[in-house]
Nanobody
Framework: QVHVVESGGGADRPGGSLILSCAAS????????IGWFRHAPGKEREGLSW????????FYAVSVKGRLTISSEQDENKVCLQMKSLKLEDTADYYC?????????????????????WGRGTQVTVSS
């Protein structure tokens, strides 16, 4: 079982930047796709970005492509999500998730209930 823990959330102004971090632990990490989704008040879950630990391949949701960058530091079992040019609508709870049978692209559409694990989330607030 893989466990993930998020950190790095906080508050910033529009146009600012934040880096979220996901610490992963457990067996088989090198075969997992790890990434991020967010849940804003009153909105549905929105998948953001994922990376395959076995080859470093990445996938981004169209809505955030160009503003978010996902990276993996395998020696530290950590996946980071760099967010830039923050917008008010980026305000949400951000969650890390991991799955051992999906590719990064699969994760964009996989049913949440089929994902191996996800964390408790970290809050991001963008306000002026």
């Amino acid at each position: 079982q893989v466990h993930v823990v998020e950190s790095g959330g906080g508050a910033d102004r529009p146009g600012g930047s934040l880096i979220l971090s996901c610490a992963a632990s457990g067996a088989g990490l090198s075969h997992h796709a790890i990434g991020w989704f967010r849940h804003a008040p009153g909105k549905e879950r929105e998948g953001l970005s994922w990376i395959g630990n076995w080859d470093g391949s990445t996938f981004y949701a169209v809505s955030v492509k160009g503003r978010l960058t996902i990276s993996s530091e395998q020696d530290e079992n950590k996946v980071c999500l760099q967010m830039k040019s923050l917008k008010l609508e980026d305000t949400a709870d951000y969650y890390c998730e991991a799955d051992g049978t999906s590719t990064p692209q699969d994760m964009c559409t996989v049913d949440q209930n089929q994902v191996d694990s996800w964390g408790r989330g970290t809050q991001v607030t963008v306000s002026s």
